[in-house]
T-cell receptor
């Protein structure tokens, strides 16, 4: 079945460091891919998305490219800030199987802590 | 548009009691989803409504769980005879299409 595997955390970085959080997926069909961010005590916020192969999603300095050949959607940011500290979730939507459900399958999340 | 609202934010209940959570989606969104998130895990799908019709239920949704969405507006999720394993964050999300949801802040349930 559909699934997402993302890099184990926690990830600890100094401010202005480069960030990569790896995400790979397994899916039948061509899913849409997402990164969500969760701040302490809050729900999930959509960070970026890509709906087809080679699309690049970007937002707030974060980027991820939908790579069908490697079934990956790695999250990157060139210079992290303390305010980026949060849990990041990679997810895929089952719409690629022709489903109209739009169910999301999430990875386990990666805790990012950025120190000043 | 005030986003997706969930109530209450926190609920502590004794084992065996019934609890009910409410979700108010974004008004024009016809799709509504419930997810459950346990500590250190990603959210897991529970159920889905399109308008007032409940179209999909996960195997995670035992017969102690029931969800409704009367008139296709707000939704409620009820858990009967709560167990300690029900302790989790319950997230509601709504959408208008298949390319991304808006999540609420969640209801954190603690069963003692």
């Amino acid at each position: 079945g559909d699934s997402v595997t993302q890099m184990e955390g926690p990830v600890t970085l100094s401010e202005e460091a480069f960030l990569t959080i790896n995400c790979t997926y397994t899916a039948t069909g061509y899913p849409s891919l997402f990164w969500y961010v969760q701040y302490p005590g809050e729900g999930l916020q959509l960070l970026l998305k890509a709906t087809k192969a080679d699309d690049k999603g970007s937002n707030k300095g974060f980027e991820a490219t939908y790579r069908k050949e490697t079934t990956s959607f790695h999250l990157e940011k060139g210079s992290v800030q303390v305010s980026d500290s949060a849990v990041y979730f990679c997810a895929l939507s089952d719409r690629g199987r022709g489903s109209t459900l739009g169910r999301l399958y999430f990875g386990r999340g990666t805790q990012l802590t950025v120190w000043p | 548009d005030t986003g997706v609202s969930q109530d209450p934010r926190h609920k502590i209940t004794k084992r065996g009691q019934n609890v009910t959570f409410r979700c108010d989606p974004i008004s024009e969104h016809n799709r509504l989803y419930w997810y459950r998130q346990t500590l250190g895990q990603g959210p897991e799908f529970l159920t889905y409504f399109q308008n007032e019709a409940q179209l999909e239920k996960s195997r995670l949704l035992s017969d102690r769980f029931s969800a409704e969405r009367p008139k296709g507006s707000f939704s409620t999720l009820e858990i009967q005879r709560t167990e300690q394993g029900d302790s989790a964050m319950y997230l509601c999300a709504s959408s208008l299409n298949l390319d991304g949801y808006t999540f609420g802040s969640g209801t954190r349930l603690t069963v003692v």
